[in-house]
């Protein structure tokens, strides 16, 4: 079977990258779907939109499928195992009641659509090549959700007592924003192999062998190498506690004191003494002093945080540092939804407690406290200076005098190479390297032949899916491809306006919305205080020069003007489109 894979151009903020290229469970997304795939596909096609596919003429066997998505191998197992079974092509679905769909994946994106009674996604299943959106019958999967909750609180934070979450056994959720990044490293996948535990532990053969790891090993069940995966050449002070399921990469340090739930270490990390790591996913090369905490945190790879640093429910890109004594918090005191910036518009995450996103290559200085929902873009040095510890707004790029270089500032440079195809970068050497069987993807409907022999799922290599990279082949080892002249490149900025840079627009319509760029947060830390002087088409300002927008969404004050708005804390307003498509 063939897959072909459709981009997705939208840049998830504050990374402005691809989602593609943004690390989930400590791969790189394209290189996880990949995996995930391997066992169903042999070969694969790159395509620019939807009408590249319709122009694909191969009667053969498809599975597409947009490159932000994120899923697990019992999801793509069932609708594969069940789409062929019916011979008709299908696109994946969710019943309406479904907790996990509706509770998680709903908020913040565009691409699951509600057709008739079921949820849609963007995973199709052809038997005979392209057929119209019109034929497709919509394949229901039942993601098997269970209420899992981690800790009690007083119910004056939660009325329940408990922040609880629905975990799925199959997970699906399209990445575009990065809430999207923190659910699915720590809900679907930390929290979510532990629901598989569950459900495996049914098993009188699963019980018997958690059990006899832990007597020989003489360690309890939860220590024990059944649930905790300890990769080669790992240092481990006999202090730590490690309670699974849990998986440790190559070369890992772990100092006296430490303490890990539930979480995902990928190679060559040093956590040093009294750090504590509970539903996290630190990624390859990062370095977590003493004292540090992560709970439901993910880390991007050879990224620092620095002593006595907190960060509850927070997404860390690549080569940032975060200051000591930092804190990242992850509830709204005065009670309201938390929401956060999605296409230009402040929208509930969808859960009681989030903490707050930083971009790649940031350096964030000492003792700043971060309200929940918050972000910084790429590329910020952010000081500490003039006692403005306090970060209620998100911070921008261009909104600080100091940044590192242009690097991460807007747009991708080099995307494709002309001689060789298709070009995945990679964020490290070892994570463009493929086996010598390897079939680089098509990019030329042209090239595609006519008939193609379906793949066949015996000649596929069975390991576990879906595991991230510490666990399962060293891709380091394997030959490299000469990329020295292009590794590092993704990096330009645009042309300025006026002054002002130009944000790249998001790839489906919002007609009809407003927008706030430029955004700045007042006291409460809850809701914007200016915004720029660019309207929406289908917006204008009122005829005392005051702009006014729908209260009930929450996105602005009534009554400030553009002129007033770098007194609120917006320094440098932004240009933004208000339409594009994909």
Same mark, same amino acid.
């Given at each position: ?245 849990? %998986? *440790? @990469?190559? /070369? =890992?340090? +772990?100092?006296? #004191?430490?303490?890990? &739930?539930? !979480? %995902? *270490? @990928?190679? /060559? =990390?040093? +956590?040093?003494? #009294?750090?504590?790591? &509970?539903? !996290? ?6 370095? +977590? ?294």
């Amino acid at each position: 079977m063939r897959k072909v894979i459709l981009r997705d151009h939208y840049r998830v903020p504050p990374f402005n990258e691809y989602a593609r290229d943004l690390r989930i469970l400590n791969k790189v997304l394209w290189l996880y779907q990949r995996d995930v795939l391997s066992r169903h596909c042999d070969t694969e096609v790159v395509l620019d939109d939807e009408d590249g596919l319709q122009a694909m003429r191969a009667n053969e066997e498809l599975l597409v499928y947009r490159d932000s998505l994120f899923f697990n191998s019992m999801l793509v197992d069932e609708f594969v195992r069940r789409a062929r079974a019916s011979g008709q092509p299908c696109q994946v679905a969710f019943n309406q009641d479904d907790k996990a769909i509706s509770t998680h994946s709903l908020h913040l994106q565009d691409s699951i659509t509600l057709i008739g009674e079921h949820y849609r996604g963007e995973l199709y299943y052809y038997p005979h090549g392209y057929v119209p959106a019109e034929q497709l019958e919509p394949l229901v999967i039942d993601t098997e959700p269970l209420e899992m909750g981690y800790y009690h609180v007083p119910d004056y934070l939660v009325p329940s007592g408990s922040f609880v979450y629905q975990v799925p056994l199959k997970a699906f959720i399209p990445i575009e924003n990065w809430i999207h990044i923190l659910l699915a490293n720590a809900l679907f996948g930390a929290l979510g192999w532990a629901r598989r535990l569950l459900k495996d532990s049914d098993k009188l053969s699963v019980k018997l062998k958690i059990l006899f790891k832990a007597i020989i090993e003489r360690k309890r069940l939860l220590s024990s190498s059944a649930l905790v995966r300890v990769g080669r050449g790992c240092t481990i002070d006999p202090t730590a506690i490690i309670q699974g399921p849990t %998986i *440790i @990469g190559n /070369n =890992v340090k +772990i100092e006296a #004191g430490v303490l890990i &739930v539930s !979480s %995902i *270490i @990928g190679s /060559n =990390v040093n +956590i040093m003494q #009294g750090a504590q790591m &509970v539903l !996290s996913v630190v990624s390859d090369g990062c370095y +977590i002093p003493f004292r540090a905490a992560l709970y439901g945190t993910s880390m991007m790879e050879n990224s620092m945080v620095a002593q006595n640093t907190i960060l509850q429910g927070s997404v860390i890109g690549r080569n940032t540092f975060i200051g000591g004594g930092s804190v990242f918090t992850d509830y709204n005191l005065m009670g309201n939804p938390i929401r956060t910036m999605h296409r230009g518009m402040l929208q509930d995450v969808g859960m009681p407690a989030c903490g707050g996103a930083v971009g790649h290559d940031c350096r964030i200085g000492a003792g700043f406290v971060v309200y929940p929902g918050r972000t910084i873009e790429s590329g910020t040095v952010l000081p500490y200076e003039d006692d403005h510890a306090v970060i209620d707004r998100d911070i921008h790029y261009h909104d600080v005098p100091h940044h590192t270089s242009d690097r991460y500032a807007r747009h991708v440079v080099l995307e494709e190479d002309p001689s060789s195809g298709w070009l995945w970068l990679p964020h490290k050497p070892g994570e463009v390297l493929h086996g010598a069987a390897y079939i680089p993807p098509v990019t030329n409907i042209e090239e595609l032949n006519l008939v193609a022999e379906p793949a066949s799922d015996e000649t596929a290599e069975d390991h576990d899916m879906g595991e991230p990279i510490s666990a399962g082949a060293d891709y380091r080892d394997a030959p490299q491809y000469d990329l020295s002249n292009r590794v590092g490149e993704p990096i330009s900025r645009l042309p300025e306006q006026d002054g002002d840079y130009t944000i790249p627009s998001p790839n489906r319509s919002m007609s009809g919305q407003h927008y706030i760029v430029g955004t700045s947060y007042n006291g409460s830390g809850d809701e914007p205080a200016s915004l720029s002087a660019d309207y929406p088409p289908d917006t204008q300002p009122s005829s005392n020069g005051q702009h006014h927008t729908n209260s009930s969404n929450g996105l602005t004050e009534p009554g400030i003007t553009p002129a007033e708005a770098p007194l609120l804390g917006s320094e440098s307003p932004t240009n933004q489109e208000a339409r594009s498509s994909r």
